[in-house]
C-alpha cells in the first residue's frame, strides 16, 4: 500500500460566523465575505472548536434469529466553542460582541485549506445552524489569556461538504 498524503491541521482550517445564509447547502461567496460575518479563526483557541455527533441505535431483532442487528438511529449534533476575549478593545472581541445569548446564526468551518486563502467557489464547507447559549468567562490563570466557553444550540441541519457558490 502507497501511504496516503495527509494534511496538517494548522493553520489548515478557518470558520466564521454568518448571521444569515439564504441557502446552507451552497452559500454565496458574498454571504461569507459580508460585513456582519465575524472571522472566528484567530478568536478560536487550539481546542475551541469541538464538532460532535451522537448516533443513538436501533436494534434489530428477528423471531428468526438468535442474532440483534442494528439501524442508524437519530443523529445529534452538537458543538462548543471556546475563544479569546478582550474586555478592554471592541476591535479585539467582535466574536464576543457577536455572539450574545440567543443570537442566530451559521458557523461555517472549512478545513484542509490554509487559512489565509480567500474562500471561492468550489470551496467545501460545514454549515451549523445555531443558537447561542450563555456565554461564561473563564477564570483568568497565570501564563493564559483570558477566554469565553459557549454552547451553540444547533438548531437545524448540519449541512457537511456545502458547496461554496459565486
Request: proline share 10%; aromatic share 8%; net charge negative.
Amino acid at each position: 500500500m502507497t501511504m496516503p498524503s495527509s494534511v496538517p491541521a494548522d493553520g489548515n482550517q478557518a470558520v466564521w460566523w454568518a448571521p444569515a445564509l439564504a441557502d446552507p447547502e451552497n452559500p454565496t461567496v458574498a454571504e461569507l465575505t459580508a460585513p456582519s460575518v465575524v472571522d472566528a479563526s484567530c478568536y478560536l483557541t487550539a481546542e475551541g472548536w469541538t464538532p460532535s455527533t451522537d448516533e443513538q441505535v436501533v436494534t434489530d431483532q428477528r423471531l428468526c434469529s438468535t442474532s440483534d442487528y442494528e439501524q442508524p438511529g437519530r443523529l445529534q449534533h452538537t458543538l462548543a466553542v471556546s475563544y479569546v476575549h478582550n474586555p478592554d478593545s471592541p476591535a479585539d472581541n467582535e466574536l464576543y460582541l457577536a455572539l450574545t445569548r440567543l443570537t442566530t446564526g451559521f458557523f461555517v468551518a472549512r478545513i484542509g485549506v490554509p487559512y489565509d486563502q480567500a474562500i471561492a467557489p468550489g470551496d467545501k464547507v460545514d454549515v451549523y445552524p445555531a443558537k447561542m447559549g450563555w456565554r461564561t468567562k473563564n477564570p483568568g490563570t497565570g501564563n493564559a489569556v483570558l477566554t469565553v466557553n459557549q454552547k451553540p444550540f444547533i438548531t437545524g441541519p448540519v449541512v457537511q461538504d456545502a458547496v461554496v457558490v459565486a
